[in-house]
């Protein structure tokens, strides 16, 4: 298994552009959320989604986009990028019942001039 | 807002001596997790404590957990230098959605 991928590893964007973060796992999980991580901050919750066609806004929602359209991918879209949104974006997916650990991807780091 | 908050936010020791780090909660929570980042890296699962178990053990590790009191402790025993990390814990509810706290930034002393 390749567990969590995520690509690209590393974004350089001007502002107003657009550009999307891909997020695939093989482990047939339910669960696939994105959080971002800014220094002194900790991860926070941007999107997730609890399966196929199903997705709910986290702690920090504003300026990104997702869906779901199948269970392997849960793509984060940036409509229009900020410099605000420069941060580290972890992908991670998780399992129910028996199987709650939370996979992490290994991250995109993405700059906003 | 985030709902765990790790303290110390940083701590410094020998190797050899033992790390202990402490996760307080707010909201009733199904499981915690401690996960462990290495500089620059992603975060990887170290524990999960359900809200019904007190104590677990992983090798050199060991958690508590009280939710009488919406606290957790992490104890890291005779840590190593490959230990420095910073340390996470995350709750969570009933949306299996973990919650992360800003973490402890160890630093293991060679």
């Known amino acids: 298994n390749a567990g969590v991928t995520q690509t690209p590893k590393f974004q350089v964007l001007k502002t107003g552009q657009s550009m999307t973060l891909q997020c695939a796992q093989d482990?047939?999980?339910?669960?696939m959320s994105w959080y971002r991580q800014d220094p002194g901050m900790g991860l926070r919750l941007i999107h997730y989604s609890v399966g196929a066609g199903i997705t709910d806004q986290g702690e920090v929602p504003n300026g990104y986009n997702v869906s779901r359209s199948t269970t392997e991918d849960f793509p984060l879209r940036l409509l229009s990028a900020a410099p605000s949104q420069t941060s580290v974006y972890f992908c991670?997916?998780?399992?129910?019942?028996?199987?709650?650990?939370?996979?992490f991807g290994p991250g995109t780091r993405l700059l906003v001039l | 807002s985030q709902q765990g908050e790790e303290d110390p936010q940083a701590l410094s020791i020998q190797e050899g001596e033992n790390a202990t780090m402490n996760c307080s909660y707010k909201t009733s929570i199904n499981n915690l997790q401690w996960y462990r980042q290495n500089s620059g890296r992603g975060l990887v699962h170290l524990i999960l404590?359900?809200?019904?178990?007190r104590e677990k053990h992983s090798g050199r590790l060991r958690v508590t957990l009280d939710t009488s009191k919406k606290s957790s402790s992490l104890l890291i025993t005779a840590s190593r230098a490959a230990d420095t990390a910073s340390y996470f814990c995350?709750?969570?509810?009933?949306?299996?959605?973990?919650?992360f706290g800003r973490g402890t930034s160890l630093i293991v002393h060679p």
């Open positions: 991670a997916s998780t399992g129910t019942g028996g199987r709650q650990t939370q996979y």
């Open positions: 995350a709750t969570s509810g009933g949306s299996y959605i973990p919650t």
């Open positions: 404590i359900r809200s019904n178990e």
């Open positions: 482990m047939n999980h339910e669960y």
